[in-house]
């Protein structure tokens, strides 16, 4: 033992970091392209600027709902929609 505290009930995160060049431009656009063909928590978890993939994830979520918000606001202000019948199909005169 070196005397210096007992640790083992801490917890420890390793990250080995590769000493290569990385293009944060190109991974983002990868990322980008990959959209629809894998998993949004894997294009998330894989995106050079999130460290925290699940608060990530939430954050998205309440953005979109508060996007959804607005926009019903906006609806809503625009007063309700008259259907004059007319739908100015083919067999209209």
């Known amino acids: ?3 210096q ?3 083992t009930a801490e917890t420890v995160e390793v990250v080995f970091n590769r000493d ?3 293009h ?5 656009s990868d990322i980008k392209n990959s959209e629809g063909l894998i998993s949004k928590r894997t294009l998330v978890s894989n995106h ?3 460290t925290d993939v699940n608060k990530e994830l ?3 979520e309440s953005e979109a709902a508060a996007d959804q918000d607005k926009f019903m606001k906006g609806m ?6 008259v259907n004059t019948g007319d ?4 067999d209209a005169e």
């Open 5 to 7: 505290g007992d640790y």
């Open 20 to 22: 290569i060049v990385i």
């Open 87 to 90: 739908a100015g199909g083919a």
């Open 1 to 3: 033992m070196t005397r």
């Open 48 to 50: 050079p600027y999130v």
């Open 76 to 81: 809503d202000d625009m007063g309700p929609i």
């Open 58 to 60: 939430a954050q998205m």
């Open 24 to 28: 944060e431009s190109t991974v983002i």
